[in-house]
C-alpha cells in the first residue's frame, strides 16, 4: 500500500522553516487516486473482541478524565485547587450552575456532569464513590459493543502483530482488492495477480485461488490437519468452533492462517506493485519458519512445534 501524507511548512519568529506532519489528511491507498480509508476510524477505536483495534478515543478519554476533576471537588477537600474552587464557586456546586466569571477549566469541571448524565449514571452515586478510575469511566462512557465470532482468531493469536493485522481486515472484508477498488473507480482490472483467471476478491484469494489454495492445503498437511481446503467463510466458520481453544494445535492453526494470508496477501503486493513472482514452496518455508519461530518462545508451544519442524 501507498501512503500519503500532508507536510506543513511553519515558520517561527526565528525565520526556521519546520515541516510537521498533517494527521487529518494520512490516507490509505494510492495518492493520486482514492482519499478512502479501509476501516471507519469508529471501528479502529472498538475493542478486539468487536473487531476493532482498541485504539482510544481521544475526545471520550479526556471527558473520563474532567469527569475524576469533578469527582475531586468532592472527595479531596485537602487538595488546594479543590478547595480554592470551592471558596470561590462552591455556591453554584448545589445546582450545578455554571459561573459565567469562571475561567474556561473551571466551567469545564462543572460541565463534566452532563457527561456522566449522558453515559446513564448517576451524578451523586459517582461522586459517593471510593475510588475513582479513569480507565472504568471511559469504558463506560465508550459503551458496549456487540463480539464478533471470529474474535478468537484475532484476540488470541501469537502470531506477529502485522499478521493479525491483515487477519482483521481479511475478516471485516476491508482488504484493498481489485474488486473494491474497482468498485471506487481506482482500476479497471479486476483480474487475480495469482492465478490470472478468476477476477480477484478477498473470498477468492482465500482460498478459492488454486495459488493460495495450494498453499493452505501444504500448510493444514503441515499441522498434521487431513481436510480439504474451504472457501474463506467456512475456513473462519472452522477456525472459530474447532480451533478457538488454548490447546496447542488450536494455538498453531490460528498462528498458521494469519501467517499465511499475511504471505499471500505479500506475494500478491509484490506482484502488481513490483512486477515480481514468488515461489510457492518458498512463501510456505517462509510461513512454517515464520511460525516456528514465534511459537518456540512459548513454552507450551515449544515441543509440539519442535515436531512440526520440518518442510513438508
Known sequence: MDFQISLLRRQDATNKISVILDPSVLVIGRPDESKKALLAWETVCTPKTAGGFNVVQLRTWNRAAICKLLWCLSNKKDRLWVRWINAYYGKYMHDWAVPKQASWVVQKIIKARTYMLDTGLDVE?????????????????????????????????????????????????????????????????????????????????????????????????????????????????????????????????????????????????????????????????????????????????????????SYP
Not at 151 to 166: D, E, M, R
Not at 209 to 224: K, P, R, V
Not at 283 to 306: D, N, P, S, W, Y
Open 125 to 309: 452515586e459517582v461522586l459517593g464513590w471510593s475510588s475513582f478510575s479513569v480507565k472504568n469511566m471511559y469504558v463506560q462512557m465508550r459503551g458496549n459493543f456487540q463480539k464478533v465470532h471470529w474474535k478468537k482468531l484475532t484476540c488470541n493469536n501469537a502470531g506477529s502483530p502485522k499478521w493479525i493485522f491483515v487477519l482483521n481486515l481479511t475478516a471485516q472484508n476491508k482488504l484493498l482488492t481489485r474488486d473494491r477498488s474497482a468498485s471506487w473507480g481506482i482500476t479497471q482490472d479486476v483480474i487475480c495477480p495469482l492465478c490470472n483467471v478468476e477476477n480477484e476478491s478477498a473470498n477468492h484469494l482465500f482460498f478459492a485461488c488454486a495459488f493460495s489454495e495450494g498453499i493452505w492445503a501444504t500448510i493444514l498437511a503441515w499441522q498434521g490437519i487431513r481436510r480439504n481446503v474451504l472457501e474463506w467463510k467456512d475456513e473462519v466458520q472452522y477456525a472459530t468452533t474447532r480451533a478457538s481453544g488454548n490447546s496447542v494445535s488450536a494455538c498453531i492453526y490460528r498462528m498458521s492462517i494469519a501467517a499465511s494470508i499475511y504471505q499471500i496477501w505479500a506475494e500478491r503486493n509484490m506482484r502488481i506493485f513490483q512486477s515480481k513472482s514468488g515461489n510457492p514452496d518458498l512463501i510456505i518455508r517462509q510461513v512454517i519458519r515464520e511460525v516456528v519461530g514465534r511459537g518456540t518462545m512459548r513454552a507450551r508451544l515449544a515441543r509440539k512445534l519442535e515436531e512440526l519442524n
